[in-house]
Antibody, heavy 118, light 107 residues
């Protein structure tokens, strides 16, 4: 059974950065890309970006292009997402999900609450 | 980007009733359309992909139809565990985009 396990909740000051992780298990890591999606409190979903776990290629939503970095570590089957220059508007639950273009999100991580507050 | 417009925003129904949720796109997504269910405090769960194929372990009362720019999710007879928020998503073209969600609440 595939599983995505995300790192724990984070608290950051405005202007700081946060790096969170998503560890995959139960399937061949480099066979499926990983997407990141966030959900602000009481809101819908906002797609942030995607990484190919096979070759590291990435795609980003335009609004996150300059602030997000996605990396993968094939030795540990883990994807990392770094978001920089945080503001209070970045307070949200961040999910990783298996899938991308032409593939639905069939497995999701449990979500990470990132709180940005002074 | 493909803008997904989901209607209605809220659906107030009783158990046993039929729920119909629509999703319209600003351009074609072919059949690369998924529906997700989210309950409070939980990650979303994939219900339907390819616009009409039920995901693993999804009950037959959930069905999806449509293609191109319009799709519909139908829950034939609402059970207590179906009261939740539902989202459509196109995975046809970058950036991937979601509808705004439909809350199915108990009347």
């Amino acid at each position: 059974q595939a599983q995505l396990e995300q790192s724990g909740a984070e608290l950051r000051r405005p202007g700081a950065s946060v790096k969170v992780s998503c560890k995959a298990s139960g399937y061949t890591f480099d066979s499926y890309g990983i997407s990141w999606v966030r959900q602000a409190p009481g809101q819908g979903f906002e797609w942030m970006g995607w990484i190919s776990t096979y070759n590291g290629d990435t795609q980003f939503a335009q609004k996150f292009q300059d602030r997000v970095t996605l990396t993968r570590d094939t030795s540990t089957s883990t994807v990392h997402m770094e978001l920089r220059s945080l503001t209070s508007d970045d307070t949200a639950v961040y999910y990783c999900a298996r899938g991308g273009r032409s593939l639905p999100y069939d497995y999701w991580g449990q979500g990470i609450l990132v709180t940005v507050s002074s | 980007e493909i803008v997904m417009t989901q209607t209605p925003a809220t659906l107030s129904l009783s158990p046993g009733e039929r729920a119909t949720i629509s999703c319209r796109a600003s351009e074609s997504f072919s059949t690369n359309l998924a529906w997700y269910q989210q309950k409070p405090g939980q990650a979303p769960r994939l219900l339907i992909y390819g616009a009409s194929t039920r995901a693993n372990d999804i009950p037959a009362r959930f069905s999806g139809s449509g293609s191109g720019t319009e799709v519909t999710l139908t829950i034939s007879s609402l059970q207590s565990e179906d009261f939740a928020v539902y989202y459509c998503q196109q995975y046809h073209k970058w950036p991937l985009t979601f509808g705004g969600g439909t809350k199915v609440e108990i009347k």
